[in-house]
């Protein structure tokens, strides 16, 4: 540990407490990016961390999104020259101050946006919306920089760095592609991007992940009669656009959970042996996992030949999130539905192509389109996978500064979870990612009652400084 990461060591456990004080006044922010009734706050949110990267010494502009300019959520943008010497890479890094909405309000122990520092029952912890999910994590980053800086290390520690903070990843990230393509000669400096945004393999089990999952989403409506219909009348002459989609969905899947649309698992990269071996090692507890949420061994289901945790890092899948049509009111109604909906997605693994994959399940209900109904189908949006060789040997110089941080070797891991920033710079910039995250399973992002424990928040801080330092290093002559 060289002076500099040794000093802003100790100032970070000295403002511990400040620390999390500035990250709670972030989480009172309600900066809800898909309604747009909390546009003022997405707009306060990233002000507010805009305000904290000058504060240690960077170049700082909030800049609009959207067509036309501004219709989208700021995008806060960062930039830290480096020291005259500094030889190593030019760091990108990404994270959201945005946030899911906090529905259902009633089951939330405090308010979603009234963050409550918890230390009298469990782990030390805040509870708010958006504590895990990202601020917490990005928080971390932001604490690193202060320390630093305060430190006399200047900023990012020396390093050449850009940062990239934006406001639409709950929702999508619908203007973040043109965004980076109209700033492609900005972040196209860059070596390599780093993202915490993702979660450690347990409490004091730090990871890195090198690779996450894509998404595709669609939803897709089958249109029958032109107006409802009286089933007593009606039922059994006429196509009941709920039984037929039902019908059709059901065919999703053979009898060992294998998708069945043509040519899914073209383009699957096979998981290696030295990573099954590699995974198998790391000892995690599927049917531990199952019961946290309410669920027995025999929960354990999925596609015939791969364990839980291959099938989560290694396979890809198909959900439908929500199916909905005819009376779902209280009481009964008697009627047959003039039409029926479902949202269907897809989380897809390396080498698998998105859009190739929508396309596919459009022909796929093409070809299954019940009698006398009709098929309305929306892209609600994809995002492609994006993995990384397990011995790129960058991972071992972010892997010493993790383990110098948390004083054990982190495990590398995939991730079940998307995140579309990392397809599109590899695809637009040829970046590769690193994910360094400090979350926990059980965290319940998403879910009333999120929350983010101190201990993670703070190795979070200590990391980030000694990524400072790791990159240092790696520039210099051995």
């Not at 009172?28 to 990233?46: H, L, M, N």
Request: overall charge negative; hydrophobic content about 40%; proline content about 6%.
């Amino acid at each position: 540990m060289d002076d500099t990461t040794q000093a802003a060591a100790q100032w970070l456990k000295e403002h511990e407490a400040d620390s999390v004080q500035r990250l709670c006044d972030w989480l009172k922010i309600p900066s809800i990016s898909t309604d747009p009734a909390y546009a003022g706050d997405c707009e306060k949110a990233a002000r507010w961390a805009a305000d904290r990267l000058r504060e240690a010494g960077l170049e700082v502009e909030v800049l609009p999104t959207g067509e036309p300019a501004g219709s989208g959520r700021p995008v806060v943008v960062a930039h830290a020259k480096g020291d005259p010497s500094y030889a190593g890479p030019h760091v990108l890094f990404y994270g959201h101050y945005d946030v899911q909405p906090a529905d259902p309000i009633e089951l939330w122990d405090s308010g979603p946006f009234e963050p409550k520092v918890i230390r009298d029952s469990g782990p030390a912890r805040v509870v708010a919306r958006g504590a895990s999910d990202d601020k917490g994590q990005v928080a971390s980053f932001l604490e690193a920089l202060r320390a630093v800086q305060a430190t006399g290390g200047g900023p990012a520690g020396g390093i050449k760095l850009t940062v990239l903070i934006e406001g639409e990843e709950e929702s999508g990230s619908e203007n973040l592609e043109a965004f980076v393509r109209d700033n492609e000669e900005r972040f196209g400096q860059c070596d390599l991007c780093l993202i915490s945004d993702t979660a450690m393999l347990a409490r004091g089990r730090p990871a890195i992940t090198y690779g996450v999952r894509g998404l595709a989403y669609t939803q897709i409506t089958l249109h029958g009669p032109d107006q409802d219909l009286h089933s007593g009348v009606w039922g059994g002459k006429v196509p009941n656009p709920l039984n037929e989609l039902t019908k059709v969905l059901a065919q999703l899947w053979d009898d060992k959970r294998r998708v069945t649309i043509p040519g899914f698992y073209d383009d699957v990269r096979t998981i290696t042996d030295d990573e099954r071996a590699a995974w198998k090692a790391l000892g995690v507890d599927a049917a531990a996992a199952l019961k946290g949420i309410g669920l027995g061994p025999d929960g354990d289901v999925g596609e015939a030949g791969f364990t839980a945790l291959e099938r989560e890092w290694g396979r890809p899948t198909c959900d439908i999130n929500g199916i909905y049509g005819g009376y779902m009111g209280t009481g009964a109604k008697t009627v047959i539905p003039a039409k029926a909906s479902a949202k269907v997605s897809f989380r897809l693994v390396a080498d698998q192509d998105p859009q190739a994959v929508v396309d596919s399940f459009f022909a796929w209900l093409d070809a299954r389109t019940p009698p006398g109904c009709r098929w309305e189908k929306l892209d609600l949006g994809v995002g492609g996978p994006a993995s990384i060789l397990a011995d790129d040997e960058r991972l071992g110089v972010i892997a010493m500064a993790m383990e110098e941080a948390a004083g054990v070797a982190p495990a590398l891991i995939k991730s079940g979870g998307s995140i579309p920033l990392a397809a599109l710079l590899k695809r637009t910039l040829g970046m590769d990612t690193f994910f360094v995250g400090f979350g926990l399973e059980d965290d319940r992002i998403h879910s009333p009652n999120e929350k983010f424990e101190l201990d993670c928040f703070h190795l979070g801080c200590r990391t980030h400084v000694h990524l400072f330092e790791a990159f240092r290093r790696s520039g210099s002559p051995s």
